[in-house]
């Protein structure tokens, strides 16, 4: 016998509750991972090891932090699909590579930035993930194609250059000898990856607006 409803009411079931979980797994993360950057940062500041460039670099990691989250949370409000043990593995990923750069606050701009260059590399797999369950949707594909044209591309660069520009400087800086100049070089470098995610992230998100009001027509 079929049970086409009552298929449907699970498939639909699942795919509501990938939003909670994924979003819900996320913020944990993050929340933790503020949390390690703020013990970090008093750590360091009672040891009197907390500078200029680690505090610049700190706001960097906060930025990352914000990216990422603010990242997921267009995405789950935008698409849903039935999760995968490969959906688990990427929030987990990223907080790995999170705290790496908080722990490598103590070793210098070289390390973060190292540890920030993983982070998007890993970025590249979670966006690769999400286009390919996209185009897995093909009830939705045509809709879907009009509302996010030119996002998959826009995302995957972005991690690229972004990954080659951080494990670059960390290559760079780390020839040089530990130094407050390298570090303070390095830590701006960090705030602007971070701010070219979070500019592409708004620019996205007004683009996304503008698509549903003229697809709503």
Not at 27 to 56: C, E, N, T, W, Y
Not at 80 to 89: G, K, M, N, P, S
Request: glycine content about 8%; some cysteine.
């Amino acid at each position: 016998m079929a049970y086409p409803e009552e298929v449907e009411e699970i498939r639909t079931r699942m795919r509501n509750a990938f939003a909670v979980i994924y979003l819900g797994l996320l913020s944990i993360i993050q929340g933790v991972a503020l949390a390690a950057l703020f013990g970090k940062a008093d750590s360091m500041l009672s040891r009197h090891l907390f500078h200029l460039p680690q505090l610049i670099l700190s706001l960097g990691i906060f930025l990352a932090i914000v990216a990422v989250w603010n990242q997921y949370q267009m995405g789950v409000m935008l698409y849903a699909w039935t999760a995968e043990l490969f959906d688990a593995f990427i929030p987990f990923t990223i907080g790995i590579f999170e705290f790496g750069m908080i722990s490598a606050l103590e070793y210098g701009a070289s390390a973060v930035l190292l540890a920030d260059g993983l982070l998007l590399l890993v970025g590249i797999a979670a966006f690769e993930q999400q286009y390919y369950q996209l185009r897995r949707n093909t009830k939705a594909a045509p809709f879907l194609q009009q509302l996010n044209r030119g996002f998959r591309a826009a995302d995957i660069w972005s991690c690229v250059v972004g990954a080659a520009i951080a494990l670059g400087s960390a290559a760079a800086i780390g020839r040089w000898a530990p130094n407050p100049t390298g570090d303070l070089i390095g830590s701006f470098v960090l705030v602007a990856l971070a701010l070219s995610h979070l500019t592409r992230e708004v620019y996205q998100w007004r683009i996304v607006l503008q698509r549903l009001d003229a697809l709503a027509a």
